[in-house]
């Protein structure tokens, strides 16, 4: 037996846990470590490499990049409980809903400013099917139309910051960049931050939406019956006309929660747990906004406390404590606003009983995301212990083409394992490993993680495991059948494969905005 032989057990063993329905974390954890006691009987595995993982596990769990996923995960379960996502739709598509595909623009860009305030990718898909659906079916929308638009716009939160995705991936592709570099030579490379990609993906990212809309434009003149005009004053209609302030309500304070947390990440104003901290604190200011009969006094002070976080904002892009003595007293004055809003807000929503439903589903999936890493870097310590490491590296520097067929064969290996696995274990298992060699020839890491986020996406769309397209089917109607439904989201596969054809071919959509702004 030989190292060879054990890594393609450890493979063969980890794709059979993986299907059983065994918790992938603990397939990830269990199946690496048996492996390793098998190969140190056969004097195949050093044992030390097990000894690593009690100080990789503490690294991971006291990483302050990481500690800003349990806070944005917080912030998309408060909005997703909240009537946010119901009113942006409604709203949405009253505006847009009397032209030929106006509801189909509603729902892309209702998706893209979900994808930019919850993240949630499942919720958004529910969402979407439960409001946007029958309104589109019911205005005689074409139900592949239909059922494509809801599926490709509910999943924009795997590119469109602030994304889980993005933030785990920054970790991962920090260390494979330095690493990388240092098996060229470079001792001194930058590390890659969350605001690196957060900006690396934003052109990228609107560049898809822009795609989508522009394909529903060419069918709206195409095939006008494919969807046409709604009309809201119909006493029938689920969507009626809206009024200029609940224009400004559903639109205007989800709009400003995302220029907040983003505007302050890419400003580089604030730290990622800071801009996270500060976006669930506005998603519950929002929701103790939306409940009935809050006293006018209470809602003066939830409404005071979105200007006074961006008052916040400044006050620390002016250097904070260091500032100017007017400038110090506005942020004690705002901190002061905010943090009484916050706590009005806990106090009402806890009274109520909705935040321990969301402090439960933000604790299972943080928990659920905790397990899969620590599995991911026990298999990962496994892997390098066999020599699996060196194996890729000599694969992808072998291979003919150079560079560009090596990362065109690391991309084929994560769309198909977003088939198979979730985003967060392709993330861990396979960024560690083809990162450093793909970085050591010259490939950007910025650049490397939105190609990779984009290919993930479009593993989340794919037939016939794609989980957008498992989502829709459970809120769909019976009419609506599968079949229509994976018909329905090859065009946007296509789109989704023209995207990632031009950020592979202009890596400057992807790098310019970092570059621009740091």
């Known amino acids: 037996m030989t190292e060879i032989h054990l890594l393609?057990?450890?493979?063969?063993?980890?794709?059979?846990?993986?299907l059983s329905g065994i918790p992938v974390s603990f397939v990830l954890m269990g199946v690496p470590t048996l492996i390793a006691f098998i190969g140190a009987v056969f004097g195949l595995f050093d044992l030390a490499f097990i000894d690593a993982f009690p100080s990789r596990a503490f690294g991971l769990l006291t990483n302050p990049v990481l500690l800003s996923v349990p806070?944005?995960?917080?912030?998309?379960?408060?909005?997703?409980?909240?009537?946010?996502?119901?009113?942006?739709?409604?709203?949405?598509?009253?505006?847009?809903?009397?032209?030929?595909?106006?509801?189909?623009?509603?729902?892309?860009i209702v998706g893209a400013l979900l994808a930019a305030s919850t993240g949630v990718i499942g919720a958004t898909i529910f969402m979407l099917g439960m409001i946007a659906l029958p309104a589109?079916?019911?205005?005689?929308?074409?139900?592949?139309?239909?059922?494509?638009?809801?599926?490709?716009?509910?999943?924009?939160?795997?590119?469109?910051?602030?994304?889980?995705l993005l933030?785990?991936?920054?970790?991962?592709?920090?260390?494979?960049?330095?690493?990388?570099?240092?098996?060229?030579?470079?001792?001194?490379?930058?590390?890659?931050?969350?605001?690196?990609?957060?900006?690396?993906?934003?052109?990228p990212g609107l560049l898809l939406v822009g795609l989508y809309l522009a394909y529903v434009f060419i069918v709206s003149r195409l095939r006008p019956d494919a969807c046409p005009p709604i009309d809201t004053s119909s006493a029938d209609s689920l969507i009626s006309k809206p009024k200029a302030s609940e224009i400004i309500y559903a639109l205007v304070l989800p709009l400003a929660l995302i220029l907040l947390v983003l505007g302050s990440i890419l400003g580089g104003i604030a730290t990622p747990t800071e801009s996270a901290a500060l976006g669930a604190a506005g998603a519950l200011i929002m929701v103790a906004l939306d409940a009935d009969g809050t006293p006018k006094w209470r809602r003066l002070i939830y409404i005071a406390v979105l200007p006074a976080a961006f008052a916040l904002i400044y006050v620390k892009a002016q250097g904070g404590a260091q500032s100017?003595?007017?400038?110090?007293?506005?942020?004690?004055?705002?901190?002061?606003?905010?943090?009484?809003?916050?706590?009005?807000?806990?106090?009402?929503?806890?009274?109520?009983?909705?935040?321990?439903?969301?402090?439960?589903?933000?604790a299972s999936m943080v928990a659920m995301l905790v397990l899969i890493v620590l599995g991911a870097t026990m298999l990962s310590l496994v892997f390098r212990g066999l020599g699996g490491d060196h194996m890729v590296h000599d694969f992808l520097n072998n291979l003919p083409g150079g560079v560009n067929t090596a990362l065109l064969a690391v991309m084929l290996v994560i769309f198909l394992l977003g088939f198979v696995i979730e985003y967060v274990e392709i993330i861990f298992l396979v960024v560690p490993v083809a990162g450093p060699p793909l970085m050591a020839a010259g490939v950007d890491p910025v650049?490397?993680?939105?190609?990779?986020?984009?290919?993930?996406?479009?593993?989340?769309?794919?037939?016939?495991?794609?989980?957008?397209?498992?989502?829709?089917?459970?809120?769909?109607?019976?009419?609506?059948?599968?079949?229509?439904?994976y018909a329905s989201i090859v065009p946007f596969i296509v789109i989704q494969l023209l995207a990632l054809g031009i950020v592979a071919l202009f890596p400057a959509i992807a790098t310019w905005l970092p570059k621009l702004i740091y």
């Open 136 to 164: 589109m079916l019911q205005a005689n929308y074409s139900p592949r139309l239909a059922a494509g638009v809801i599926c490709s716009s509910g999943s924009l939160g795997q590119i469109i910051p602030p994304s889980i």
């Open 167 to 203: 933030i785990l991936l920054a970790d991962q592709i920090s260390s494979a960049y330095q690493a990388g570099r240092r098996q060229a030579g470079d001792f001194a490379a930058d590390p890659v931050s969350v605001g690196d990609l957060f900006a690396g993906a934003l052109l």
């Open 324 to 362: 100017s003595p007017i400038l110090m007293q506005i942020g004690i004055i705002a901190l002061a606003v905010v943090s009484l809003g916050v706590l009005l807000a806990l106090w009402q929503e806890s009274s109520r009983g909705q935040l321990l439903a969301v402090f439960s589903g933000t």
């Open 447 to 485: 650049w490397f993680a939105i190609l990779i986020s984009m290919n993930l996406q479009m593993s989340f769309l794919t037939p016939p495991f794609g989980y957008a397209l498992f989502y829709l089917r459970s809120v769909a109607p019976p009419s609506l059948t599968t079949r229509t439904i």
């Open 71 to 108: 806070l944005f995960v917080l912030m998309g379960g408060l909005l997703e409980k909240s009537d946010i996502a119901k009113r942006m739709m409604l709203t949405a598509g009253a505006l847009f809903g009397q032209r030929r595909g106006g509801l189909a623009y509603a729902v892309i």
């Open 8 to 18: 393609l057990i450890l493979a063969a063993l980890l794709f059979a846990g993986i």
